[in-house]
């Protein structure tokens, strides 16, 4: 079937980056949409950063500048690429891909999450 797993989160100091990678595999047709969300405790997970087939972007405005998402479509992988990284960036970081799988029915899947802590 299809599985989705990323890497990449740690532990960075303020100004510092990280590179967050999510690839996915199985009998998979094609992948559409693919994006990054974060998670604090207690709060409500949110989109980041989106990425078409296409290749058009979407960030939200609070990353705009600093974060920038990218996809391979050979290696079936999104990135999310994080500059100049502050302490309200600190969360868990899910990927999400809406995957058009053998069946022919396209599912969104999560990745399992990276914790990315900002601190000095």
């Known amino acids: 079937q299809v599985q989705v797993v990323e890497s990449g989160g740690g532990l960075v100091q303020p100004g510092g980056s990280l590179r967050l990678s999510c690839s996915a595999s199985?009998?998979?047709?094609?992948?559409?949409?693919m994006a990054w969300y974060r998670q604090i405790p207690g709060k409500e997970r949110k989109l980041v950063a989106s990425?078409?087939?296409?290749?058009?972007?979407d960030l939200v405005d609070s990353v705009k500048g600093r974060f920038a998402i990218s996809r391979d479509a050979v290696k079936k992988t999104v990135y999310l690429q994080m500059n100049t990284l502050e302490p309200e960036d600190t969360a868990v970081y899910y990927c999400?891909?809406?995957?058009?799988?053998?069946?022919?029915?396209?599912?969104?899947?999560w990745g399992q999450g990276t914790q990315v802590t900002v601190s000095s």
């Open positions: 999400n891909m809406e995957i058009l799988e053998y069946t022919w029915r396209v599912v969104k899947y």
């Open positions: 199985g009998k998979i047709h094609n992948i559409y949409t």
């Open positions: 990425i078409s087939a296409d290749g058009r972007t």
